[in-house]
T-cell receptor
Framework: EAQVTQNPRYLITVTGKKLTVTCSQN?????MSWYRQDPGLGLRQIYY???????DKGDVPEGYKVSRKEKRNFPLILESPSPNQTSLYFC?????????????FGSGTQLSVL | DQQVKQNSPSLSVQEGRISILNCDYT??????FLWYKKYPAEGPTFLIS?????DKNEDGRFTVFLNKSAKHLSLHIVPSQPGDSAVYFC???????????????FGQGTILTVHP
């Protein structure tokens, strides 16, 4: 089954404790991206990757890192989490077919930073 | 600076009627627009898109209209069904009319409730 898998689904941590949210897709998509969803602000793009070893900042990259060492994985790293990073995070990969695009999203990771 | 705005946080519609969700943007460089639907506890799913070279795109019960001069787009759902109840996000990007974009900017979302 074609899917984007994020882990963990829920995470509670404390300020300053490094964490990684994993994201994996099995569709051989070149493009992957991370978003956070906050009330009243919608979805905001954190980082995206057009292909392996190619990453770029979205609208809200501060406090986050990403890496794209292989096509299927795109982990999101918070080196020193802070309470304002408490949010719902989504990873996505993109299919391009016949000039049309389609983003496939994971089920989300609810992060709470205390 | 919110470049894509959905000014209606919620919309309530009777089953069978038309739902119209609106979206405004400020960046004149945006040339490709998308709508996504999101159910609780799930990731968003793609609904429909439109390029700036068009002013209308249809897919079944869903139609997206683009008014470039007003920097406004709308999603029409006809007829509305209870299963359409979800959060709807519009999104925009700039890639000279292509689909191989990098950055994608979303609006705040509109909660649609369709009553039986």
């Amino acid at each position: 089954e074609a899917q984007v898998t994020q882990n963990p689904r829920y995470l509670i941590t404390v300020t300053g404790k490094k964490l990684t949210v994993t994201c994996s897709q099995n569709m051989n998509h070149e493009y992957m991206s991370w978003y956070r969803q906050d009330p009243g602000l919608g979805l905001r793009q954190i980082y995206y990757s057009m292909n392996v070893e190619v990453t770029d900042k979205g609208d809200v990259p501060e406090g986050y890192k990403v890496s794209r060492k292989e096509k299927r994985n795109f982990p999101l790293i918070l080196e020193s989490p802070s309470p304002n990073q408490t949010s719902l995070y989504f990873c996505a990969s993109r299919e391009l077919q016949g000039g049309r695009e389609k983003l496939f999203f994971g089920s989300g990771t609810q992060l709470s930073v205390l | 600076d919110q470049q894509v705005k959905q000014n209606s946080p919620s919309l309530s519609v009777q089953e069978g009627r038309i739902s119209i969700l609106n979206c405004d943007y400020t960046n004149s460089m945006f040339d490709y627009f998308l709508w996504y639907k999101k159910y609780p506890a799930e990731g968003p799913t793609f609904l429909i898109s439109i390029s700036s070279i068009k002013d209308k795109n249809e897919d079944g019960r869903f139609t997206v209209f683009l008014n470039k001069s007003a920097k406004h787009l709308s999603l029409h759902i006809v007829p509305s069904q209870p299963g359409d109840s979800a959060v709807y996000f519009c999104a925009a990007t700039s890639n000279a009319g292509g689909t191989s974009y990098g950055k994608l900017t979303f609006g705040q979302g509109t909660i649609l409730t369709v009553h039986p």
